[in-house]
């Protein structure tokens, strides 16, 4: 059914890009890797490069192997599975635009990426629901059926409409963003939390709320509007009282009968990293700095129990790892301690050379044990590594 529906596309559309098996075969996506850029063939055999030029190689082949052209969408695994519809679902499309902001502010490279914020914010519209009074963005591509709005997804999409919005200084996305945010609060429940999903009330997740907090943080920052702040601080009690573990990390839900999921995630944890970060930044109160030094120990201690090469390795998440990675990277600026930024670095170095497949995508296992993992790469994992690598670039270009 999908390769039907994508060869109607192709049809109607023209080619796309990433797609037909004439376009990128095998061995045409093995040449196109091997691209002259300034005069000299770059990536040959991927030693020796800045994180400029390895953010640009994935974010090229992203482009290259994923991008439906014609609708500004992607795809959601190449190549393509059984299974998949013609399009990607929100969530990895969020990591796009989550890439393709961080591209925008490399050093001596950003202003290269900026028309593409405008591209993904026109795919972005294909999900908005904009026959809903809640308004809100579907987990799928309204005009194809749309879906389930998911309240983290609008979380994640929001706090990058305003991070477009801190490029571009566009009042529509900032304007935007608080409407992604009053779908969110929709969500909150009666007894403290936002569930996970719209009309679904089984469960309220640190997913959904952690985000929320930051979401709320930040429009406080760009606004100074109190009601953004008093928001902030109540998700952030619900969520200390209800899914904080002992050890530090952060369990994944409650149900509706008080019942605690107690399975931990890298970028649970990573969010409410962030979380202090910002409330600290913003109060002044040392209780959110202990807090946010402790998180991050124990998330070290908690998640990088498998060794190699003298490498500590995070699991194979590598969006959820790049989550944690911005909570370094957040509280970095406070305390200037980068033992936690450079084991990741570590990790994403070890990828970049070991846990590539043919197509030269590299695998969730960024140990490489597993040797590029599945024949086939989740959209939501590439856009991870792409902009992994521009927040190190970034980082190093303004921290050393």
Request: charged share 25%.
């Amino acid at each position: 059914m999908l390769c039907l529906y994508i060869i109607l596309v192709i049809f109607i559309t023209g080619p796309t890009v990433g797609y037909s098996s004439d376009t990128v075969s095998e061995k045409g996506a093995t040449d196109k890797l091997k691209k002259e850029t300034g005069g000299k063939r770059i990536l040959e055999n991927f030693e020796g490069y800045t994180y400029t030029e390895k953010a640009e190689f994935m974010y090229d082949k992203v482009f290259e192997l994923y991008y439906i052209e014609g609708f500004d969408l992607f795809l959601e695994n190449y190549p393509c599975q059984p299974d998949d519809r013609g399009f990607s679902y929100l969530w990895p499309f969020s990591g796009v635009f989550s890439a393709v902001n961080a591209m925008s502010r490399l050093p001596e490279k950003g202003e290269n990426y900026r028309s593409d914020i405008d591209r993904v914010l026109r795919g972005l519209e294909r999900y908005w629901d904009k026959y809903s009074k809640a308004g809100g963005y579907d987990c799928y591509v309204v005009e194809f059926g749309g879906g389930q709005k998911f309240y983290d997804d609008n979380t994640w999409i929001g706090l990058e409409v305003i991070r477009a919005y801190e490029v571009k200084k566009d009042i529509r996305l900032l304007n935007k963003a608080k409407q992604v945010f009053n779908f969110v609060i929709s969500g909150w429940s009666e007894k403290g939390g936002i569930y996970w999903r719209e009309h679904d009330f089984k469960t309220r997740n640190t997913c959904s709320n952690g985000p929320a907090i930051v979401f709320a943080l930040k429009l406080y920052q760009i606004t100074g509007e109190q009601d953004y702040l008093d928001w902030g601080l109540k998700i952030y009690k619900w969520v200390n009282s209800n899914l904080y573990s002992p050890g530090g990390a952060y369990w994944d839900s409650i149900s509706s009968e008080g019942k605690i999921d107690k399975r931990t995630y890298t970028y649970n944890t990573g969010i409410m990293l962030h979380a202090n970060v910002l409330l600290y930044q913003i109060t002044k109160d040392e209780k959110y700095l202990n807090e946010a030094e402790k998180i991050t120990q124990a998330s070290l201690e908690h998640f990088a129990v498998r060794e190699k090469d003298g490498i500590r390795f995070f699991p194979d998440t590598p969006w959820f790892n790049n989550i944690l990675f911005k909570g370094y990277l957040a509280l970095y600026e406070i305390n200037k301690d980068s033992t936690y930024i450079e084991i990741m670095i570590k990790n994403v170095d070890y990828a970049w050379m070991h846990a590539r497949d043919k197509y030269d995508l590299i695998g969730p296992d960024w140990s490489g044990e597993t040797k590029g993992g599945t024949d086939y790469k989740w959209l939501l994992d590439q856009a991870a590594m792409v902009e992994l690598y521009a927040l190190i670039s970034i980082w190093k270009n303004q921290n050393q």
